[in-house]
């Protein structure tokens, strides 16, 4: 059964760096699919942050994209996101999940818990 | 980006009713939609995907139909674990959208 969990600061500066890594178990990233982050600000819907393949090719929502870094590490079954310059608006949850597809059609299964990052002096 | 409307917002309802959510795209989108269940501080659940393909282990009555931009997504018969808020989303087009969520209340 594969499970992911995410890690990271649950509290950021203004101006900075957000970084979460998700920890997937039960599967070997190496193994295929791409893996996704999403976002969740509070009482809001969800926001599809980015992507990257086992090989590290990533797909980033252009709204996010200048800022916006996904990276994999397969020796240690990790990728990670990095969302710099944040901002109030950058308040969320932090999820990461598994993209799953049929040829080009897409959805995300499973999602990690969740992690609340908020962004505050 | 495409738009994904979801109506209605808040829906109260009681165990036993048969439930129906819509989901409007702003452009025709096949039937790449699938929809998501979220209960409080959890994160949300694949319930239906490729507009009306079951997700493994989801209870039959869950089911999904549409095609181009409208969707809904009904519940047969309300339990007391069904409610939550239901989310829908589109992979057409990067960047991947989703509804603002339709939130099911016991009345």
């Known amino acids: 059964q594969v499970q992911l969990q995410e890690s990271g600061p649950g509290l950021v500066k203004p101006s900075e760096t957000l970084s979460l890594t998700c920890t997937v178990s039960?599967?070997?990233?190496?193994?295929?699919?791409?893996w996704d982050w999403i976002r969740q600000p509070p009482g809001k819907g969800l926001e599809w942050i980015g992507s990257?393949?086992?090989?590290?090719?990533?797909y980033y929502n252009p709204s996010l994209k200048s800022r916006v870094t996904i990276s994999v590490d397969t020796s240690k079954n990790q990728f990670s996101l990095k969302l710099s310059s944040v901002t109030a608006a950058d308040t969320a949850v932090y999820y990461c999940?598994?993209?799953?597809?049929?040829?080009?059609?897409?959805?995300?299964?499973?999602w990690g818990q969740g992690t609340l990052v908020t962004v505050s002096s | 980006d495409i738009q994904m409307t979801q109506s209605p917002s808040s829906l109260s309802a009681s165990v036993g009713d048969r439930v129906t959510i819509t989901c409007r795209a702003s452009q025709s989108i096949s039937n790449y939609l699938n929809w998501y269940q979220q209960k409080p501080g959890k994160a949300p659940k694949l319930l239906i995907y490729?507009?009306?393909s079951l997700q493994s282990g989801v209870p039959s009555r869950f089911s999904g139909s549409g095609s181009g931009t409208d969707f809904t997504l009904t519940i047969s018969s309300l339990q007391p674990e069904d409610f939550a808020t239901y989310h829908c989303q589109q992979s057409y087009n990067t960047p991947y959208t989703f509804g603002q969520g339709t939130n099911l209340e016991i009345k």
């Open positions: 039960g599967y070997s990233i190496s193994s295929g699919y791409y």
């Open positions: 990257i393949s086992q090989s590290g090719s990533t």
């Open positions: 999940s598994r993209r799953k597809s049929i040829v080009t059609k897409v959805w995300f299964d499973p």
């Open positions: 490729t507009a009306a």
